[in-house]
Protein backbone atom coordinates (compact mmCIF):
# COMPACT_ATOMS: atom_id res chain seq x y z
CA UNK A 1 0.00 0.00 0.00
CA UNK A 2 0.71 3.79 0.02
CA UNK A 3 2.02 4.63 -3.56
CA UNK A 4 2.23 7.39 -4.72
CA UNK A 5 2.42 8.27 -8.39
CA UNK A 6 3.91 11.09 -10.58
CA UNK A 7 3.26 12.17 -14.18
CA UNK A 8 5.05 12.79 -16.28
CA UNK A 9 8.03 11.23 -14.99
CA UNK A 10 10.42 13.00 -17.66
CA UNK A 11 9.96 16.06 -19.89
CA UNK A 12 11.40 18.16 -22.20
CA UNK A 13 9.76 22.05 -22.98
CA UNK A 14 11.36 24.55 -24.18
CA UNK A 15 12.19 28.36 -22.36
CA UNK A 16 8.86 30.01 -22.02
CA UNK A 17 6.12 27.27 -21.94
CA UNK A 18 4.26 25.76 -18.90
CA UNK A 19 4.15 22.47 -17.69
CA UNK A 20 1.71 20.39 -15.41
CA UNK A 21 3.38 17.80 -13.00
CA UNK A 22 0.24 15.78 -11.19
CA UNK A 23 0.95 13.79 -7.95
CA UNK A 24 -1.53 11.41 -7.10
CA UNK A 25 -1.78 8.98 -3.84
CA UNK A 26 -3.17 5.71 -5.32
CA UNK A 27 -4.33 4.01 -2.41
CA UNK A 28 -4.83 6.08 0.45
CA UNK A 29 -5.99 9.93 0.95
CA UNK A 30 -3.67 12.28 1.53
CA UNK A 31 -4.87 15.63 3.12
CA UNK A 32 -1.17 17.08 2.80
CA UNK A 33 0.94 16.63 -0.08
CA UNK A 34 4.72 18.05 -0.74
CA UNK A 35 6.60 19.12 -3.81
CA UNK A 36 10.57 19.02 -3.45
CA UNK A 37 13.19 20.19 -6.38
CA UNK A 38 16.57 18.19 -5.98
CA UNK A 39 19.23 19.56 -8.03
CA UNK A 40 22.14 16.89 -9.07
CA UNK A 41 24.12 15.86 -6.48
CA UNK A 42 22.10 18.14 -4.05
CA UNK A 43 19.43 16.95 -0.99
CA UNK A 44 15.71 17.15 -1.81
CA UNK A 45 15.03 21.08 -1.36
CA UNK A 46 10.82 21.29 0.28
CA UNK A 47 9.36 23.62 -2.13
CA UNK A 48 5.32 24.19 -1.12
CA UNK A 49 3.35 22.76 1.60
CA UNK A 50 -0.08 21.82 -0.18
CA UNK A 51 -3.10 21.05 1.47
CA UNK A 52 -6.57 19.92 0.07
CA UNK A 53 -9.03 22.42 -0.44
CA UNK A 54 -7.07 25.29 0.89
CA UNK A 55 -4.25 27.70 -0.75
CA UNK A 56 -0.49 25.93 -0.49
CA UNK A 57 2.15 27.24 1.42
CA UNK A 58 5.33 28.02 -0.04
CA UNK A 59 8.85 28.17 1.12
CA UNK A 60 10.76 31.02 1.47
CA UNK A 61 12.46 32.01 -1.99
CA UNK A 62 9.83 29.79 -3.94
CA UNK A 63 8.07 32.05 -6.04
CA UNK A 64 4.75 31.16 -5.41
CA UNK A 65 3.20 32.79 -9.32
CA UNK A 66 5.80 30.70 -10.86
CA UNK A 67 5.30 27.53 -9.28
CA UNK A 68 1.35 27.19 -9.11
CA UNK A 69 0.18 24.33 -6.65
CA UNK A 70 -3.33 23.38 -6.63
CA UNK A 71 -4.94 20.41 -4.62
CA UNK A 72 -8.10 19.74 -5.80
CA UNK A 73 -8.77 16.21 -4.12
CA UNK A 74 -7.62 14.43 -1.90
CA UNK A 75 -5.72 12.07 -3.98
CA UNK A 76 -3.83 14.93 -6.60
CA UNK A 77 -2.02 17.56 -6.69
CA UNK A 78 -0.56 19.32 -9.49
CA UNK A 79 2.57 21.80 -9.99
CA UNK A 80 2.61 24.11 -12.53
CA UNK A 81 6.16 25.42 -13.87
CA UNK A 82 4.86 28.20 -15.42
CA UNK A 83 7.17 30.66 -18.50
CA UNK A 84 10.16 27.68 -17.53
CA UNK A 85 13.26 28.77 -17.61
CA UNK A 86 16.45 26.60 -18.30
CA UNK A 87 17.57 27.54 -14.50
CA UNK A 88 13.96 25.45 -13.41
CA UNK A 89 15.31 22.14 -14.86
CA UNK A 90 15.66 19.71 -11.84
CA UNK A 91 13.85 16.80 -10.43
CA UNK A 92 10.37 17.55 -9.05
CA UNK A 93 9.19 15.32 -6.29
CA UNK A 94 5.82 14.70 -4.62
CA UNK A 95 5.45 13.34 -1.47
CA UNK A 96 2.01 12.88 0.58
CA UNK A 97 1.49 12.30 4.24
CA UNK A 98 -1.84 9.83 4.80
CA UNK A 99 -4.72 11.14 6.68
CA UNK A 100 -4.19 9.25 9.56
CA UNK A 101 -5.79 11.38 12.57
CA UNK A 102 -2.32 11.59 13.94
CA UNK A 103 -0.02 14.78 13.18
CA UNK A 104 2.02 14.51 10.10
CA UNK A 105 5.13 14.37 12.09
CA UNK A 106 4.50 10.91 13.45
CA UNK A 107 3.83 9.41 10.06
CA UNK A 108 6.13 8.92 7.19
CA UNK A 109 5.84 10.38 4.02
CA UNK A 110 5.45 8.37 0.50
CA UNK A 111 7.27 9.61 -2.07
CA UNK A 112 6.30 9.39 -5.91
CA UNK A 113 8.81 7.92 -8.47
CA UNK A 114 9.99 11.88 -9.28
CA UNK A 115 10.00 14.41 -12.52
CA UNK A 116 12.58 15.35 -14.69
CA UNK A 117 12.64 18.45 -16.07
CA UNK A 118 14.46 19.54 -18.62
CA UNK A 119 13.89 23.74 -20.10
CA UNK A 120 15.68 24.17 -23.55
CA UNK B 1 19.18 27.17 13.40
CA UNK B 2 17.94 23.34 13.09
CA UNK B 3 20.28 21.08 11.11
CA UNK B 4 21.21 17.88 10.61
CA UNK B 5 24.92 16.65 9.46
CA UNK B 6 25.43 13.27 8.12
CA UNK B 7 28.57 11.75 7.73
CA UNK B 8 31.03 10.83 5.77
CA UNK B 9 29.57 12.16 2.54
CA UNK B 10 30.96 9.61 0.95
CA UNK B 11 32.00 6.09 0.98
CA UNK B 12 32.96 2.91 -0.74
CA UNK B 13 33.37 -0.32 0.35
CA UNK B 14 33.36 -4.14 -0.49
CA UNK B 15 30.28 -6.06 -0.84
CA UNK B 16 30.08 -8.12 2.29
CA UNK B 17 31.24 -5.35 4.53
CA UNK B 18 29.32 -3.23 7.33
CA UNK B 19 28.81 -0.33 6.88
CA UNK B 20 27.61 2.20 9.66
CA UNK B 21 26.29 5.65 8.32
CA UNK B 22 26.37 8.64 11.22
CA UNK B 23 23.23 11.67 11.45
CA UNK B 24 23.79 14.52 13.61
CA UNK B 25 21.19 16.37 15.03
CA UNK B 26 20.44 19.71 16.69
CA UNK B 27 17.04 20.41 16.46
CA UNK B 28 14.10 22.25 18.21
CA UNK B 29 11.13 20.15 19.12
CA UNK B 30 12.68 17.25 17.87
CA UNK B 31 9.81 14.98 17.28
CA UNK B 32 11.53 12.24 14.71
CA UNK B 33 14.47 11.22 12.93
CA UNK B 34 13.46 9.44 9.70
CA UNK B 35 16.05 7.39 7.09
CA UNK B 36 15.20 7.26 3.41
CA UNK B 37 17.66 5.01 0.94
CA UNK B 38 17.66 6.89 -2.72
CA UNK B 39 18.89 5.48 -5.41
CA UNK B 40 17.85 6.44 -9.32
CA UNK B 41 14.17 8.14 -8.40
CA UNK B 42 12.41 9.41 -5.42
CA UNK B 43 13.74 8.44 -1.65
CA UNK B 44 12.21 4.94 -0.31
CA UNK B 45 11.43 5.14 3.37
CA UNK B 46 13.52 2.95 5.51
CA UNK B 47 13.24 4.10 9.49
CA UNK B 48 11.29 7.00 11.85
CA UNK B 49 12.76 6.80 14.86
CA UNK B 50 11.18 8.40 18.13
CA UNK B 51 12.57 6.82 21.38
CA UNK B 52 16.11 6.86 22.28
CA UNK B 53 17.53 3.51 22.65
CA UNK B 54 15.51 1.51 20.50
CA UNK B 55 16.71 -0.53 17.50
CA UNK B 56 14.39 -0.87 14.64
CA UNK B 57 15.60 -3.26 12.30
CA UNK B 58 14.69 -4.64 8.65
CA UNK B 59 16.50 -7.46 7.22
CA UNK B 60 20.37 -6.19 6.92
CA UNK B 61 19.77 -2.96 8.13
CA UNK B 62 19.15 -1.10 11.84
CA UNK B 63 19.20 1.76 12.83
CA UNK B 64 18.96 4.11 16.36
CA UNK B 65 18.64 7.20 17.81
CA UNK B 66 20.53 8.63 20.99
CA UNK B 67 18.35 11.33 22.15
CA UNK B 68 21.33 12.71 24.51
CA UNK B 69 23.88 12.40 21.96
CA UNK B 70 21.90 13.74 19.43
CA UNK B 71 22.83 11.23 16.80
CA UNK B 72 21.47 8.32 15.23
CA UNK B 73 23.07 5.64 13.01
CA UNK B 74 22.08 3.87 10.14
CA UNK B 75 24.23 0.00 9.75
CA UNK B 76 23.89 -2.21 6.65
CA UNK B 77 25.35 -6.01 7.00
CA UNK B 78 26.80 -7.88 4.48
CA UNK B 79 26.15 -5.48 2.18
CA UNK B 80 25.43 -5.83 -1.20
CA UNK B 81 25.86 -4.12 -4.81
CA UNK B 82 21.58 -3.13 -4.25
CA UNK B 83 22.72 -1.64 -1.77
CA UNK B 84 24.71 1.35 -3.27
CA UNK B 85 22.53 4.45 -2.29
CA UNK B 86 22.56 7.82 -1.55
CA UNK B 87 21.31 7.64 2.42
CA UNK B 88 19.47 10.50 3.73
CA UNK B 89 17.97 11.32 7.23
CA UNK B 90 15.69 14.15 7.80
CA UNK B 91 13.89 15.58 10.77
CA UNK B 92 10.28 16.92 10.73
CA UNK B 93 10.35 21.27 11.14
CA UNK B 94 7.69 22.20 12.83
CA UNK B 95 4.18 20.25 12.25
CA UNK B 96 4.68 19.04 8.47
CA UNK B 97 8.35 20.22 7.03
CA UNK B 98 10.27 17.42 6.40
CA UNK B 99 13.97 18.86 6.17
CA UNK B 100 16.69 16.34 4.99
CA UNK B 101 20.58 16.14 5.35
CA UNK B 102 22.98 16.17 2.34
CA UNK B 103 23.13 12.54 2.35
CA UNK B 104 25.70 10.14 2.17
CA UNK B 105 26.52 8.46 -1.20
CA UNK B 106 27.32 4.96 -0.57
CA UNK B 107 28.96 2.86 -3.09
CA UNK B 108 29.43 -0.84 -2.51
CA UNK B 109 31.59 -2.67 -5.21
CA UNK B 110 31.43 -6.42 -5.96
Known amino acids: GAVVSQHPSRVICKSGTSVKIECRSL??????MFWYRQFPKQSLMLMAT?????????EQGVEKDKFLINHASLTLSTLTVTSAHPEDSSFYIC????????????????FGPGTRLTVL | EDKVVQSPLSLVVHEGDTVTLNCSYE??????LLWYKQEKKAPTFLFMLTSSGIEKKSGRLSSILDKKELFSILNITATQTGDSAVYLCAYYQGAQKLVFGQGTRLTINP
Open chain 1, 95 to 110: SAAMASGFPIYYNEQF
Open chain 2, 27 to 32: VTNFRS
Open chain 1, 50 to 58: SNEGSKATY
Open chain 1, 27 to 32: DFQATT
